[in-house]
C-alpha cells in the first residue's frame, strides 16, 4: 500500500507546525508555507533521504517541549527543511518579522524540478546511478550554458550543446530562468548520486 507524503509529513511534523498549518488541500497544503516546507520535505523522500525504518521510528517520538520530535532535525540536517524550522521559529518569536528573502523561493523551485524530473520523466535513483561518467553534471551545463547565452546579444546557441549527454530529441530549450532551474535541479541529482555512491564505497 502506497503511503501518501502529506500524511508522512503530517505525522512527523519536523517543523512543529500547528493544526492550522497543517490542513491539506488537493495537491498538498493550503498554507502557501506549508507547501513550500512540504515540497522540501518531498524532495528528501523521494530521494530516499527518509528511509522506511527512519519514517517508522519517527511516528512513535515523543513531541519536546518546542513541538519538534528529537531527531527529526537530524534526520533532515541535510535538506533546507532543517533551517525552515529554525525560521518557523524566529518568525514566531515577539518582535521578529518573516523571512521574505526570495532565495527560499528559488529553492523551492529547484527542488520543485527535481520532484519533477522524478516523477514526470522517471529519472528515479537507480536510474541516476546508471550516470557514472558525469552525465548529470554535463546536462546540468549545457542548460546553464544555454541561459549564460542570452546574456550574448550577439551570440545565441541554437543546435544542441555538445555538453549535452543525451539524444538531440531530448534537448527541450526554454526561457533562461527555467533552464538555470533544470540546471540546479540536474546538480542536486549528481550530488545526490555522488553521496550514493561513495555511501556504498564505505560500505563496501
Not at 83 to 100: I, M, T
Not at 134 to 154: I, P
Request: glycine share 8%.
Amino acid at each position: 500500500m502506497s503511503i501518501d507524503p502529506r500524511d508522512l509529513f503530517v505525522s512527523l511534523n519536523p517543523l512543529g507546525l500547528d493544526d492550522g498549518e497543517l490542513g491539506k488541500d488537493g495537491t498538498g497544503f493550503a498554507d502557501q508555507r506549508t507547501h513550500g516546507d512540504y515540497l522540501v520535505f518531498l524532495a528528501g523522500y523521494k530521494a530516499g533521504t527518509v528511509d522506511g525504518e527512519q519514517r517508522e521510528f519517527q511516528r512513535h517520538r515523543p513531541i519536546n517541549a518546542e513541538g519538534c520530535k528529537p531527531e527529526t532535525l537530524i534526520l533532515f540536517s541535510g535538506l533546507p527543511c532543517a533551517d525552515a524550522a529554525v525560521r518557523r521559529r524566529l518568525d514566531k518569536a515577539e518582535g521578529s518579522k518573516p523571512d521574505n528573502n526570495t532565495a527560499h523561493v528559488v529553492a523551492l523551485d529547484v527542488l520543485a524540478e527535481r520532484c519533477r524530473q522524478i516523477d514526470d520523466e522517471g529519472y528515479t535513483t537507480e536510474r541516476d546511478d546508471q550516470y557514472t561518467r558525469g552525465q548529470l553534471a554535463d546536462a546540468a551545463g549545457a542548460y546553464a550554458f544555454w541561459a549564460y547565452t542570452c546574456n550574448m546579444e550577439h551570440y545565441k546557441v541554437t543546435t544542441v550543446p555538445p555538453s549535452w549527454p543525451w539524444s538531440p530529441e531530448h534537448w527541450n530549450p526554454t526561457d533562461q530562468r527555467k533552464m538555470l532551474v533544470r540546471a540546479g535541479a540536474l546538480i542536486l541529482a549528481e550530488i545526490e548520486r555522488l553521496d550514493r555512491q561513495r555511501a556504498r564505497e564505505v560500505i563496501a
